[in-house]
């Protein structure tokens, strides 16, 4: 009932001179609130055209995607750039911290750039930041943190306007694989203890494990689903997706 994301038949394609690339061909999607659904697909299969669309960071060919019911395509920019600020938090893979700040400074950066209170928005960071254990390292710059840290601080910022949808293209491609293990089990913890609604882009089995459901793109279409993903270990999940991406 409460869909927090409808997509319907979603088609973005690229042209390059006479030549049009279909990144994605038709997808349609509902993720209910408090979800965690991570989306799978080999190099070039359309994950980061979906999760960029789903973020209002571009615009679809045709199709529609409904954030809590409201078509992001569909209005005008400024509505858009309100929403994506409001409703929508997006975490990268290269973490995309300014060097120049403390982990506190760039969580409650967009709050002050929003208009916001100095006072309440480092109150907010600093829970944020506890949130995602980073208590220990507020005042450091990104540069003095490894890189599954520097990740957390991106998150804490991602959640700092309460999202109705947080959303991770590749968030654990430049960790170790050690790194990357804590961050999908933040990314959970943060699913199961605050009833955020988590999507988020990855090829690495050992992370999709971690999703309630794991949609397998290829060549921009959704060519299978896994709904039991919880129940499988890595191994299986890597051989399930074969089975569907082949
Ligand atoms: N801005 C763009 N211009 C032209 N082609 C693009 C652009 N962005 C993505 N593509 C193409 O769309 C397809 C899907 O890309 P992408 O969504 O980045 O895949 P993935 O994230 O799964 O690796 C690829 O063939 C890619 O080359
Ligand atoms: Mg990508």
Redesign the pocket.
């Known amino acids: 009932m409460s869909a927090v994301l409808q997509v319907k038949d979603l088609r973005k394609t690229?042209r390059?001179g006479a030549e049009s690339?279909h990144?994605l061909d038709g997808v349609s999607l509902d993720v209910p609130a408090g979800e965690f659904l991570v989306i799978m697909?080999?190099?070039?299969?359309?994950?980061?055209?979906?999760l960029h669309l789903i973020g209002g960071l571009d615009l679809p060919t045709s199709g529609e995607i409904l954030i809590e019911g409201q078509d992001i395509a569909a209005m005008s920019d400024r509505k858009r750039t309100m929403l994506r600020r409001s409703r929508l938090g997006v975490v990268f893979q290269n973490f995309n911290l300014l060097p120049t700040l403390t982990a506190i400074e760039n969580v409650a950066l967009p709050s002050l750039i929003g208009g916001g209170n100095n006072g309440s928005a480092q109150t907010v960071a600093k829970e944020l930041l506890e949130s995602v254990d980073m208590n220990h390292r507020m005042q450091h710059r990104p540069q003095a943190l490894s890189g599954g840290e520097q990740q957390r601080v991106a998150i804490a910022r991602a959640l700092l306007n309460d999202p109705a949808l947080l959303l991770a293209d590749e968030p654990t491609g430049n960790l170790d694989s050690h790194h990357a293990e804590s961050i999908w089990t933040l990314l959970r913890k943060l699913v199961d203890e605050q009833q955020r609604t988590v999507i988020a882009?990855t090829h690495e089995p050992i992370g999709a494990r971690f999703a309630d459901r794991i949609v397998v793109?290829k060549d921009?279409k959704i060519v299978g689903t896994i709904n039991d993903s919880r129940n499988l270990d890595a191994t299986l999940v890597a051989t399930r997706y074969t089975e569907l991406a082949r």
């Open positions: 690229f390059l690339v990144a697909g080999a190099s070039g299969s359309g994950k980061s055209t979906l882009v793109l921009g």
